[in-house]
């Protein structure tokens, strides 16, 4: 992630100064002061289009509260493998930009926040330049939830993402998902790595992030690991044989918390991963 993104800037810039012409050009006829309205024009296209940076900066420059700051230093178990001048960089910046919000008179903690946004940091660690949607919603359950989203007893998730909506997580999974780092189960990556694959307009297991030419390459490993799954060839959990897109995220878990047995049992997919993320967990056990 980046305060100013040098794509969206150029992009801004030119809009600014096509607005700006645009607008000179035609009021020149009427008045004398066409020039002058084209400037202004230029100016508050540019200013809207500034509001983003501006609004990173400000974040960036403002500590972590002492909460969030204390839960990532202690109870994230990568923080110490990672940048961490820029992990915390990107987590003021999802803070900031993301809601949180709790059902139910649901309590949400700096500390509950950072969890969810360490884990959304985590995945783009590799790939800087990349982006998560701005102005995301997170809602935090006190308990597991249906499909119908009632929480109780019947409740058989812990988490779950939309393409349009928010990201719902129950607040004790988040916690326990980083309390236990190598059990292949962390419901914060699973679900990050649903709204990764929702970029390409619905979730199919093949996120934006894999390149165009490897595409078809990736689709068939897919295929493969599935089938891997269902003859129970595979360490990764019956769920991920739903479809490609739960094979994904149920890949993302083993990537970052198992990686040494992913690399042994299943080394092509492995090596996928470490490409599509730009990020190697298994250097870190190392």
Known sequence: MRILNRKTATFSLTLA???GAGVGVATEPSTSAGWAFGCAAFLLTAGWSARSPIRRLLAVRRPLSPESARWLRAEFPFYRFLEQ??????IKILLAEWTFEGVAD???TDALKTAVAAGAALLLHGRPDWEWPARHAI???????DDTYAAGEEGEFDGMAHAQGP????????????KHPADGHNVVLHEMAHLLDYESAFADGAPSLVASESLAAWRELVRREIRRIRIGRSMLR???????????????????????????????????LR???RIDPLAWRT
Do not use: K
């Not at 990201?167 to 980083?178: K, L, N």
């Open 167 to 178: 990201v719902i997580f129950v607040a004790e999974s988040v916690r326990q998902g980083w």
């Open 85 to 90: 001048a820029r992990l915390e960089r990107d």
């Open 238 to 272: 019956r769920y991920a044989a739903r479809d490609p897109a739960e094979l994904f995220a149920v890949a993302v878990e083993n990537f970052f918390e198992r990686p040494e047995r992913m690399a042994e049992r299943h080394p092509e997919l492995f090596a996928a």
């Open 275 to 277: 490409n599509i993320f």
């Open 17 to 19: 100064l096509l607005t």
């Open 139 to 145: 809602l935090f359950y006190p308990d597991c939830f």
């Open 106 to 108: 649901m309590e949400v």
